[in-house]
């Protein structure tokens, strides 16, 4: 007994590493089976499965890209699925297994439902419920991708109504919050035409047991954190909510969070303060909420989400709303619009 011990202490860091993974896998094949239909279930697949099901992975499937992934459209026994591979990186593992772990937590109509996936590649895919219309960023910004009929006003409230859903349930649904941390339009996604769907939850974190914030190193998309969360490397829920204005914003201009190529500034939030405070607001409004005459009282609509969204934007997180105070403050803006 005493040699077979002292076997597994010399044991390298490359054998530990091929245990560690290994283990890993029954471990989560085990989870995975253990499920009692009750809370997400979640099926493994076979990597033939998946092949066949994307064509394997048919470039003309890809329905949007992240850091490290790709996602694909597929027709898996019978019916449309929504298939994400991982490309080789630093952060694959890393990324792959975090969508896994909160994927497989959520239960809500505006976060995308993990259908399954498959352990037999070096990196899992991940198998997801079908999105058929791709992405917001596809539908509001300029140039606009073919097949998206123009996104109304009434419409782009809905969108930000129910994504602010999603995220206070990430921030309230659980015994400890879970901070999104990379909420921007190519992360949001469609089932139909008008069901906004939350994904990708890369950089998702749980806020840690008798903790309020997150530390460590600063995870997202440049233009969409804020302040203090570039300066500390501490977040918490507030996080969320500054990128949750700056989505706002997009919204209402149908323009970029940043753009280094426009005369007016990079960050959007500026370019908006400048129209505003130049008595330009309908200006710097996207075209298509706008139309040929916008009257008096949605003008009024429009500057109560610009500044709820600017609310959102607070230098000091202490300024922000909750999630919840915002998705309920939408929820009496669009039923002004029914």
Known sequence: MSSFFRKIKHLGKADKETFMLMNGKVFL?????SCDNKRN???CFHENELKIATKNYDRQKVITTGLGYELFKGFLHDYP????????SDYAAEFCFNNIVFASQMNHKNVIRLIGCCLETENPVLVFEYVEYGTLADCIYHPRQPNFEPVTWSLRLKIAMEIAYGIAYLHVGFSRPI???NLRPSNILFQGQSAAKLFDFSYSESVPVGETRIRGRVMGT???LPPEYIATGDCNEKCDVYSFGMLLLELLTGQRAVDRETEDGWFLSDRVRKYIKKSRFTEIVDPEIVGERLCSAKEQKLKAFTRLAFNCLSVSADDRPTMVDVAKQLRLMHRSEM
């Open 29 to 33: 094949e085990k989870l995975i089976k």
């Open 41 to 43: 279930p979640i099926r």
């Open 81 to 88: 699925v929504s298939i994400m591979k991982f490309v080789n």
């Open 179 to 181: 901070v999104f941390r």
């Open 222 to 224: 440049f233009g969409y």
